[in-house]
C-alpha cells in the first residue's frame, strides 16, 4: 500500500469512527438486552438505512452501481470499527456482500437497476436459498426443482438453515432447471420473490435458543425469465461468484473484534475461578494471527485463486480458535459469566459448519494449497 492510499485510510477511519459515534443508537449500545425481538428488529432495519444515509453502505461496490468505489480495505475497517462501536448488525449483509457482486457481474442492466438500489438503501433484505437436507457440503446436489412453465418457472421444494429467511423479501435461490442435464450444467440462479403464495418459513430454534435460520418450503412458487441471473443451466457457474465473496475478510474482522472481547473476558474467569492465568501469550498471539490473516485476504483480493484461499486458512483458523476459547471457558466455570459462556459455547459450534465447514475448507487448502491429489 502507497503512503497516500495509507493516509486515505487513516481519514477514512477517522471519519467513520467519528460517524459510528453518533449514529449507534443509544438504547442498543446500553439496553439491549432489554429490547424485546421486535425492537431488536426494528433496530436492525432501522440501522440498514442509517448506513446507507450515511454513506457507508456499498463502500467496495462501483460509484456507477450505488456503491462508493471504495476497495474491500474501507469495508474491513469499517465493519472493524462498527464490532467495536457495538453497532447493531444489520439485514443487509447477504443482499450487499453476496447478491450485489454477483449482481454486477452476471445480471443484465435491468436487474441491476431494479435490485441494486433496494439493496444499498436497505430497504429490500436478501436471503441466500442453496442449502437443502440433502445437498450442503455437496452443494451440486441441489433438488429443489424450477420447471418450466410460460415466460418463467415453477418452483417445488425445500432449503434449510436460510439465514434472514423471515425478514427476507428475495431469495438468491439455486434451483435445478434442466433434470436431464449432466451435474454441474443442470442448476440455475434464480431472484426469487419471497413474499408470495407458496412460500412458507419455519424458523429453527437453534441449542444456544436463538434462531438464526429456518427452513423454507416452497410449493409452485412463480419465478419469471426475467428473474433468472445468468443463462438457464448456468447456475454453478453463478454460485461460484456468490461464494468467492462468501468466504471473507469482513467476517474473519469482526469475529476477531468479538473474540478480542471473550478472550480478555475469559482470561479474568481464570483467575478468579482457578486462581491462575491462561498461557494468555499463546491465546494472543494466536488471535492476532487472525488479524494479519484478514489483512493478507486483503491485500490478495485482486487475483481470485490466492484471495479463496487465505479465507480457507482464515475461516478455518478462526472459528476452531473461538471454539477453543469457549470450551476453555465451560471447564474454568466461572459463575458470574455462566450464562455468557454457555450461549458462546453453543453458538460457536455452528462457527465451524456455516459458510463451508472446516473438512471442506481443509480440502480446499490440502488440493489447492498444498497441491495433495483429490
Ligand atoms: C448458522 C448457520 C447459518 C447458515 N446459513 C445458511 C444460509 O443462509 N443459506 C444457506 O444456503 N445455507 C446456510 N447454512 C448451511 C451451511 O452452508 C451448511 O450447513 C454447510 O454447507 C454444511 O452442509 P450440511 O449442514 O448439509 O452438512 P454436510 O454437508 O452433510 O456435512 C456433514 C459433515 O460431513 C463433513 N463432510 C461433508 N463432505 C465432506 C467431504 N467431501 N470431505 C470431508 N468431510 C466432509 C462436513 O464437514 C460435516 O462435518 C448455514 C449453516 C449454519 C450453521
Redesign the pocket.
Known amino acids: 500500500m502507497t503512503l497516500s492510499e495509507r493516509l486515505n485510510l487513516s481519514a477514512f477511519r477517522d471519519d467513520a469512527e467519528q460517524w459510528l459515534r453518533d449514529a449507534v443508537p443509544e438504547r442498543w449500545r446500553m439496553r439491549r438486552s432489554s429490547l424485546s425481538p421486535e425492537e431488536i428488529t426494528a433496530v436492525r432495519r432501522e440501522w440498514d438505512k442509517q448506513l446507507h444515509r450515511g454513506g457507508y453502505a456499498g463502500l467496495s461496490l462501483p460509484r456507477e452501481y450505488g456503491g462508493q468505489g471504495l476497495g474491500l480495505a474501507e469495508e474491513v475497517v469499517f465493519h472493524e470499527l462498527a464490532a467495536r462501536a457495538h453497532a447493531p448488525e444489520g439485514f443487509g449483509r447477504?443482499g450487499k456482500i453476496l447478491t450485489a457482486p454477483t449482481l454486477i457481474v452476471h445480471g443484465t442492466p435491468e436487474q441491476q437497476a431494479r435490485f441494486l438500489p433496494g439493496i444499498l438503501s436497505g430497504e429490500q433484505v436478501w436471503?441466500?436459498?442453496?442449502?437443502?437436507?440433502?445437498?450442503?457440503?455437496?452443494?451440486a446436489s441441489v433438488a429443489t426443482t424450477a420447471r418450466r412453465d410460460g415466460d418463467g418457472y415453477r418452483v417445488t421444494g425445500q432449503?434449510?438453515?436460510?439465514?434472514?429467511?423471515d425478514v427476507a423479501d428475495r431469495s438468491l435461490f439455486?434451483a435445478k432447471t434442466n433434470p436431464d442435464a449432466p451435474r454441474y450444467r443442470n442448476l440455475s440462479m434464480l431472484l426469487l420473490d419471497m413474499k408470495q403464495p407458496g412460500v412458507t418459513v419455519r424458523p429453527i430454534k437453534?441449542i444456544s435458543g436463538t434462531s438464526?435460520?429456518a427452513e423454507v418450503f416452497f410449493e409452485d412458487v412463480w419465478v419469471a425469465d426475467a428473474d433468472r441471473l445468468g443463462g438457464e443451466g448456468e447456475g454453478w457457474k453463478v454460485a461460484m461468484t456468490v461464494l468467492q465473496n462468501e468466504r471473507g475478510a469482513i467476517e474473519g474482522i469482526t469475529r476477531y473484534v468479538e473474540m478480542r472481547w471473550d478472550l480478555d473476558l475469559l482470561l479474568r474467569c481464570c483467575a478468579a475461578r482457578i486462581g491462575r492465568t491462561l498461557d494468555a501469550e499463546d491465546f494472543d498471539v494466536r488471535l492476532e494471527l487472525v488479524r494479519w490473516q484478514v489483512s493478507k485476504a486483503v491485500e490478495l483480493v485482486d487475483d481470485p485463486v490466492a484471495f479463496a484461499r487465505a479465507s480457507s486458512v482464515l475461516k478455518v483458523t478462526w472459528s476452531e480458535l473461538w471454539q477453543e476459547m469457549t470450551q476453555l471457558a465451560i471447564a474454568a466455570s466461572c459463575p458470574e459469566h455462566r450464562a455468557h459462556w454457555r450461549h458462546q459455547y453453543l453458538e460457536t459450534r455452528?462457527?465451524?459448519?456455516?459458510?463451508?465447514?472446516?473438512?471442506?475448507q481443509?480440502?480446499i487448502m490440502a488440493e489447492r494449497v498444498l497441491g495433495l491429489p483429490k
Open positions: 447477504i436471503c441466500q436459498g442453496f442449502s437443502e437436507p440433502d445437498a450442503g457440503s455437496d452443494l432449503k434449510i438453515w436460510t439465514s434472514f429467511a439455486l437453534q438464526h435460520f455452528a462457527s465451524s459448519i456455516y459458510s463451508g465447514s472446516s473438512e471442506i481443509r480440502n
